[in-house]
């Protein structure tokens, strides 16, 4: 009895302390600040402004662009029309300004992180590009003869596929850059998706089909600056004039069927009026301005350049759609059908996809698919596309992971003294591969 009065006093002991400890603690609805944590051993090592530093004076010091096995680390060539096989596994260099006058509408994503995580702005040689870029070089100057006495097959329309960071977006944007500068035109669209989501939409009754005016104007916007920066730059003949204006005044337009106008964005439809006439003589910079400047007129405008450009004869055409693979799958917009109810609305109906989409022509087109923007698996065979065309792109072999690593450790994203061959070759087969999760991974290398 008396040991049960004892225990049970003990109990009533604990119970009371607990209860004080637990009347002590504050009920704020705040949440509790975080306890401030040293920052880590590795954030201190690799800070940025450090880093810069050393960088700026590691430029002085040619001794460390060495690579593999003593070979150079970048390519002499001047540019990529100059680059061979003898490139391969060496980095390029670029400039960012001449990267942002070649490419107006943009750098793919993985470029940009490219950069910003190396401080430099190069790109690796890879053979894959090389091989493309060939591929669409013999397309326009067809070899008189063939090494070793065996055909190469040629293809006006590819699709780029391949697994999740492989790098098709950054070959696609590389191929975009060696035919501006080799004074191509250059239809290029670096966000297929774009296209399908967002924007404002509507029926046009009479295609039938389903106009985006806010794209079209966006796409418009990106042509005139192509335009003015690279359509100036392709020469009418190999020798010709300079880059100016005067040219795109001087390509008239070869079609002068009326545009169909549609419903602006925000302003509804003009009144007695459904279709824009083009008079003879009218210059292919003043359509795509006037584009840009009637919002009614935009998809039609975008239609019709699509056909204009087919059309021209006097230099290489290219069209090159990066997230093609967005373009065959349902888009953001829906149909109401009833009052509780919506239809979802395939890319195909879109006025501007419809147009662009199909490779089933004779044009030069390159697609790049974008597995990490895809919203449906796709089948193997796509329609509107050669069944020949997929050709797939191979992650890092490899050479070039090895390649890849002696950069990183150049750009000092890599502690020297914990950088190894096993160590390398340990994170390369864990990434299977994969530039970008190689690229996050080697900085932990211990």
């Known amino acids: 009895m008396l040991r049960s009065l004892t225990r049970a006093a ?12 637990i009347s002590s603690l ?10 401030p944590t040293s920052k880590p051993a590795a954030d ?5 402004q450090d880093r810069l530093r050393r960088l700026a004076a590691d430029e002085k010091d040619p001794s460390l662009d060495v690579g593999p096995n003593g070979r150079p680390l970048f390519s002499s060539a001047p540019s990529l029309s100059h680059l061979t096989t003898k490139d391969t596994c060496t980095y390029f260099k670029l400039k960012k300004e001449a990267l942002d006058a070649v490419l107006p509408e943009g750098l793919p994503m993985g470029m940009v992180k490219e950069f910003q995580d190396s401080m430099r702005t190069a790109l690796l040689v890879r053979r894959s590009f090389l091989d493309l870029r060939d591929n669409f070089r013999r397309v326009v100057d067809p070899p008189m003869w063939s090494p070793a006495g065996k055909g190469v097959k040629v293809r006006k329309q590819v699709v780029l596929d391949g697994p999740v960071s492989c790098g098709k977006s950054i070959a696609l944007a590389m191929l975009v850059q060696w035919a501006r500068e080799e004074g191509w035109l250059v239809f290029y669209v670096p966000k297929g998706k774009e296209w399908t989501h967002g924007g404002f939409f509507y029926k046009h009754p009479q295609t039938g089909l389903w106009d985006t005016p806010v794209q079209a104007e966006n796409v418009l916007k990106a042509r005139l600056r192509i335009s003015l920066s690279v359509l100036l730059m392709l020469v009418y003949l190999h020798d010709f004039l300079k880059y100016n204006e005067s040219y ?42 006037t584009g840009i400047e009637q919002t009614h007129a935009a998809v039609g405008v ?32 829906e149909e109401p059908v009833t009052i509780r109810s919506c239809r979802p609305i395939h890319a195909r109906e879109l006025t ?63 502690r020297r003294e914990s950088f190894s061959e096993e160590n390398w070759k340990k994170i390369y087969f864990l990434c299977n591969g994969n ?3 190689m690229r996050g991974l080697l900085p932990f290398m211990r």
């Open 10 to 21: 003990a109990s009533h002991q604990s119970w009371q302390q607990k209860l004080t400890t």
């Open 26 to 35: 504050s009920y704020s609805s705040k949440a509790p600040r975080p306890t």
């Open 44 to 48: 201190i090592l690799f800070d940025e």
């Open 248 to 289: 795109l005044k001087q390509l008239p337009c070869q079609i002068l069927d009326p545009i169909p106008l549609g419903e602006g964005a925000g302003v509804g439809w003009l009144k007695d009026v459904d279709s824009l006439a083009i008079p003879e003589g009218t210059m292919l910079y003043e359509l795509v301005k």
């Open 302 to 333: 975008v239609v019709r350049l699509r056909k204009e450009l087919s059309l021209v004869k006097d230099m290489p055409v290219l069209f090159a759609i990066d997230q093609y693979n967005n373009w065959f799958t349902f888009s953001e917009y």
């Open 352 to 414: 501007m996809v419809k147009v662009f989409r199909s490779m089933m022509h004779d044009d030069m087109m390159v697609g790049a698919f974008s597995h990490s923007t895809a919203v449906g698996k796709l089948r193997k065979d796509l329609p509107d596309v050669p069944v020949d065309a997929r050709v797939m792109f191979p992650r890092y072999g490899l050479d070039e992971a090895e390649t890849v690593s002696h950069y990183y450790l150049r750009q000092r994203l890599i």
């Open 435 to 437: 530039g970008t999760e």
